[in-house]
């Protein structure tokens, strides 16, 4: 029997033993300590923590979707994770952020499209329903007809957490991706329900002063809008923001509108965009989102959040660890391939 001791970003710790083959996750538990979860099969990163002494094994049959660079980093997800012997295990967040997961069902507004490969649907909770939820967080939204679930970031501000606002890809084959593309041919059919499971996630906007540095790929601009908004509703902030968004192609741009309005009342917002296959018409910077940072970016200590592919968390994660970021001062949503 091994002892687990975890310890949250706050400082709090709980120690508790864990019986054999049994998981981190399970063994708290079991103790009557909640963790931060959600797939529960080691794809959706939501339970990771970071090993401070100790081993850990994976159960049989796991394809962990950790990164070999995150794994010799001491990344470790506590759904599968079970202790080879004591294990001291950092998580990054406070026991006080896990709020409870709810069920509500949304009742869709409007589809409206964004760019060439993504859309925004917006709707409403029903029966008054409120969703509790921190910037950053997402939700399972099941595809109408299905029994398919996909993981979203709200783009909307927990002060409007009734009126709910999605940044979807358009995956050719996918099951939401379709649905979508069918209410744009035609509009949303009037009463479309979409059941909704949440909140998810340790992504989120922490309550501090310090610069922040927010880098996102395509879609995963939208839990940095739903941080932003959240800051321009509470009033006019001079905290030095920089965002670095990075798309494929000139058509997968969109959202520079909005980002120039939260400019208006976040004058230390700065917006770097860059193109990795631009067209002719285009002046900025062609590449990927890492390549618009500096290592100035890095002045006055600022928080790192992350939004966007597996390639581009694992190549900001890299600059940011080349450039001397603390680990404890990157926080990572990471959108992982969900199939069809």
């Given at each position: 029997m091994a002892t687990v001791e975890a310890i949250f970003s706050d400082g709090e710790r709980f120690t508790f033993d864990a019986r054999a083959a049994e998981t981190v996750l399970a063994a708290a538990r079991r103790h009557g300590l909640a963790l931060a979860s959600d797939c529960e099969t080691g794809e959706c990163q939501t339970c990771v923590g970071t090993i401070k002494s100790g081993a850990i094994d994976y159960e049989d049959g796991v394809d962990i979707s950790l990164s070999d660079a995150d794994v010799a980093a001491g990344l470790a997800l506590c759904c599968v994770a079970t202790p080879r012997d004591n294990l001291v295990i950092e998580l990054p967040y406070t026991r006080a952020s896990l709020l409870p997961v709810r069920t509500a069902y949304l009742s869709v507004t409007a589809v409206e499209p964004l760019c060439k490969s993504a859309v925004a649907l917006r709707g409403k909770l029903m029966r008054n329903a409120k969703l509790d939820f921190y910037a950053g967080q997402y939700v399972n939204l099941t595809v109408p007809g299905t029994t398919h679930q996909r993981a979203y970031s709200m783009a909307n501000p927990p002060e409007e957490p009734d009126a709910l606002e999605f940044l979807v890809r358009l995956i050719?084959?996918?099951?939401?991706?379709?649905?979508?593309?069918?209410?744009?041919?035609?509009?949303?059919?009037?009463?479309?329900?979409?059941?909704?499971?949440?909140?998810?996630?340790?992504?989120?906007?922490?309550?501090?002063?310090?610069?922040?540095?927010?880098?996102?790929?395509?879609?995963?601009?939208?839990?940095?809008?739903?941080?932003?908004?959240?800051?321009?509703?509470?009033?006019?902030?001079?905290?030095?923001?920089?965002?670095?968004?990075?798309?494929?192609?000139?058509?997968?741009?969109?959202?520079?509108?909005?980002?120039?309005?939260?400019?208006?009342?976040?004058?230390?917002?700065?917006?770097?965009?860059?193109?990795?296959?631009?067209?002719?018409?285009?002046?900025?910077?062609?590449?990927?989102?890492?390549?618009?940072?500096?290592?100035?970016?890095?002045?006055?200590?600022?928080?790192?959040?992350?939004?966007?592919?597996?390639?581009?968390?694992?190549?900001?994660?890299?600059?940011?660890?080349?450039?001397?970021?603390?680990?404890?001062?990157?926080?990572?949503?990471?959108?992982?391939?969900?199939?069809?």
């Open positions: 050719d084959g996918g099951a939401m991706s379709e649905f979508l593309r069918a209410a744009l041919q035609s509009g949303p059919t009037p009463g479309t329900v979409i059941a909704l499971k949440g909140p998810h996630g340790v992504f989120y906007r922490r309550e501090r002063e310090a610069p922040m540095l927010m880098i996102a790929g395509g879609t995963g601009l939208a839990p940095m809008l739903a941080m932003l908004r959240q800051l321009a509703q509470r009033g006019a902030s001079r905290r030095r923001i920089t965002l670095c968004f990075g798309v494929t192609a000139a058509d997968d741009l969109f959202g520079l509108d909005v980002l120039d309005r939260l400019a208006e009342t976040l004058p230390g917002l700065e917006r770097r965009v860059a193109i990795m296959r631009p067209d002719a018409s285009w002046s900025g910077t062609r590449g990927v989102a890492t390549d618009l940072l500096a290592p100035a970016d890095l002045e006055g200590a600022p928080d790192a959040y992350l939004c966007g592919p597996p390639p581009m968390i694992a190549a900001a994660r890299a600059w940011l660890a080349a450039h001397g970021q603390p680990p404890a001062r990157i926080f990572a949503e990471e959108f992982t391939p969900t199939g069809t």
